[in-house]
């Protein structure tokens, strides 16, 4: 029964995507695309900086138990 239940689920889950892009054809999503690709130097650097810091701790860490060990 357990299978069963799994089977409708996961085609009812599958009639419900696959139906999807037919309702999306219509939709202009250029601006949504140019927006997400104008800041994305912008995450990028965020990124950066958030890495940069870490990966000089972990570096440090490293060179102390080496040293001190």
Do not use: C, H
């Not at 202009?28 to 104008?38: E, K, M, R, Y």
């Not at 870490?54 to 080496?66: E, L, P, Q, R, Y």
């Amino acid at each position: 029964m357990k299978r069963l239940n799994q089977a409708v689920k996961y085609g009812v889950i599958f009639a419900a995507t696959a139906a999807a892009p037919a309702f999306a054809e219509g939709i202009d999503v250029s601006g949504a695309v140019t927006l997400i690709g104008g800041i994305t130097a912008a995450v990028t650097a965020v990124g950066a900086a958030k890495l940069a810091p870490a990966a000089t701790s972990v570096a440090f860490k490293w060179v102390k138990g080496a040293i001190f060990s």
